[in-house]
């Protein structure tokens, strides 16, 4: 039987610039898509895979953020809050998860973003099948450009047959870009700094350059939601799919 994370970091502290005017007044997790907010498709997903805890971090607007989640009729996941508004600014991802390290056991651990829905099931699980933390020191969800909507950039990522991954450098173009889920463990973190730092930084300066980053393939459409446009985008998809697994 697969075992999957008991712990999941769910990012929801970025200011969300990209989403104005929808961000004025909420943080990005809390823009709705067919009638849901964001950060509700990630948490449902946490809970439906098996996830029991999810430590969720807030900056912008984060009154409103602990609200919203207070008011979850949902048991599952169990929420923490990991809150980083008495801080000059958002730490970004590495410095969310390490300023929330002490709320995590020991062992591997999901980190996830709000911005993106997928339609496929099982995700989570397949990952977790997946990670092997004695060659892995994370493993990325990844998305294939041609089934991403609402993703402008050139991709991020090659990945050979043993889903090792390299960055893209110098090429015009990379056919998978970063789906917003990854599974690493706790103990890459311990002893670094709390500092304003992304996880792409550790991904492409450390994990990728010594043969440690693995990624996997979604199996069916993702939806980037960055901005306005994007989310209009991702909810007429949505309709026109008629369900969300």
């Not at 090659?158 to 789906?179: C, K, N, Q, S």
């Not at 990854?182 to 973190?189: A, E, G, L, V």
């Amino acid at each position: 039987m697969v075992q999957v994370p008991s712990h999941a970091m769910v990012f929801a502290a970025g200011l969300g610039t990209r989403m104005r005017p929808l961000t004025d007044d909420r943080p990005k997790a809390l823009v709705e898509v067919n009638g849901r907010c964001l950060i509700d498709y990630m948490l449902d997903r946490l809970a439906k895979a098996g996830v029991e805890t999810a430590v969720v971090n807030g900056f912008h607007f984060a009154d409103k953020l602990v609200a919203h989640l207070a008011s979850r009729t949902q048991k599952a996941p169990t929420i923490i809050l990991s809150r980083e508004d008495d801080l000059p600014e958002p730490l970004e991802t590495e410095g969310g998860l390490i300023h929330a390290l002490g709320h995590f056991p020991d062992g591997p651990l999901l980190t996830c973003n709000t911005d993106a829905i997928w339609v496929e099931g099982h995700v989570i699980e397949r990952m977790a099948a997946a990670f092997d933390p004695a060659r892995m020191d994370g493993l990325l969800l990844l998305a294939r450009l041609d089934q991403a909507l609402g993703f402008d950039g050139p991709g991020d990522f090659f990945m050979d047959g043993d889903g090792r991954l390299t960055r893209r450098g110098e090429a015009v173009a990379a056919p998978f870009a970063y789906a917003g889920v990854q599974i690493t463990t706790r103990d890459k973190f311990i002893g670094k700094p709390e500092v304003k730092r992304s996880l792409a930084r550790t991904w492409f300066d450390e994990w990728g350059p010594q043969g440690r980053l693995f990624g996997l393939a979604l199996d069916g459409p993702w939806l980037h939601v960055g901005d306005p446009q994007a989310r209009m985008d991702a909810e007429a998809r949505l309709i026109s799919l008629g369900t969300f697994s």
